[in-house]
């Protein structure tokens, strides 16, 4: 119940393309969802996040669709820039995100130039 | 304005030794997580503290490892008498208090523990 799963593992994408990546969560409780980002020896950093009363959230280049019955939820790339290059992961949270963030596994992206 | 500082970057210990982590979260907030990471593998949720307080430890080894967040001070993660599978990259998260409109977490550098 507290297991959140993120597919794909790895993805690789030319430059310019639009990079998907999904996690799908079986905890009702969850309702804050944010994206992080995180480069070779450095830290996760916030992307995006979204909580389910809304269906999509955009910032810049970065979309998140949420689809609250299906318990599923995406992270869309626009315009994918091999500075993009990273791994990201989902994760979850419930009380509005004050409580601890289940993470899923990550997806290494490869943008190639 | 910091970002939440954690230190050592690198720490090295001989197995049976203890490991000392410390955070030093953002300033104006009053909440600290610590999650650990494997290779290539994702987080996963260690304690969650307050200033004096655990709020929740049900991440945490139930042995040779603790976690405090004096009224003064870091955070400290402690591991006592390590061995080789607490090889890992150690991260703290802040957030702001509980009732302020943004619960985001966010994270230090990590510090990367190696037990020889």
């Known amino acids: 119940q507290q297991q959140v799963k993120q597919s794909p593992q790895s993805l690789i994408v030319q430059k310019g393309g639009i990079s998907i990546i999904n996690c799908a969560y079986e905890n009702t409780a969850f309702d804050y969802f944010p994206w992080y980002q995180q480069f070779p020896g450095k830290g996760p950093a916030l992307l995006i996040a979204i909580r389910p009363d809304v269906s999509e959230k955009k910032e810049g280049r970065f979309t998140i669709s949420f689809n609250k019955s299906a318990k599923q939820f995406s992270l869309h790339i626009m315009d994918s820039q091999p500075g993009d290059s990273a791994t990201y992961f989902c994760a979850a949270s419930s009380q509005g995100g004050s409580e601890k963030l289940v993470f899923g596994k990550g997806t290494k992206l490869t943008v190639n130039p | ?116």
């Open chain 2, 1 to 116: 304005n910091a970002g939440v500082m954690q230190n050592p970057r690198h720490l090295v210990r001989r197995r049976g030794q203890e490991a000392r982590l410390r955070c030093s979260p953002m300033k104006g907030h009053s909440h600290v997580y610590w999650y650990r990471q494997l290779p290539e593998e994702g987080l996963k949720f260690m304690v969650y503290l307050q200033k004096e307080n655990i709020i929740d430890e049900s991440g945490m080894p139930k042995e040779r490892f603790s976690a405090e967040f004096p009224k003064e001070g870091p955070s400290i993660l402690r591991i006592q008498q390590v061995v080789r599978g607490d090889s890992a990259a150690y991260f703290c998260a802040s957030s702001p208090a509980i009732d302020f409109p943004q619960e985001t977490q966010y994270f230090g550098p990590g510090t990367r523990l190696l037990v020889l």
